[in-house]
């Protein structure tokens, strides 16, 4: 679980991966469940930049919209949060283009929910894996 004083973007930044593997207690619990959810996502968001992008972004943008997409499938956190959460850990990982195409492909989702629901219905979200 998240802990509600730490943004979903600042436990993110704030963690390298031999940080993650060194340190211990709820923080690092945290990040962990992020990049577990990630993980169960990772197939919508293939199908979803599949749909929505002309390219895919770098590697950790698509982590970070795994996180997100789990988020906002899981209702963990209303999406307008998650959403705000995102962009600014896009941001400190990509500077401003990265923020801002962040932000573009998670408002095109919410604001087409037959689509998402359609997403989530393909063989590629639903076996979690992508389309061998």
Request: charged share 20%.
């Amino acid at each position: 679980m998240v802990q509600a004083s730490r943004s979903i973007s600042a436990l993110l930044a704030a963690q390298s991966p031999s940080a993650l593997r060194a340190s211990s207690g709820s923080q690092s619990a945290a990040v962990s469940d992020l990049v577990a959810y990630g993980l169960r996502a990772w197939g919508l968001t293939l199908v979803r930049l599949g749909r929505l992008s002309k390219r895919p972004p770098a590697p950790e943008l698509q982590a970070l919209l795994a996180v997100a997409f789990s988020c906002i499938e899981r209702v963990d956190r209303p999406a307008p949060i998650v959403g705000r959460q995102a962009v600014e850990a896009a941001r400190h990982l990509g500077g401003l283009k990265a923020a801002s195409f962040v932000n573009a492909l998670l408002r095109r989702v919410l604001a087409d929910p037959l689509a998402a629901e359609q997403d989530r219905k393909t063989p590629t979200a639903q076996a979690n894996a992508p389309d061998w």
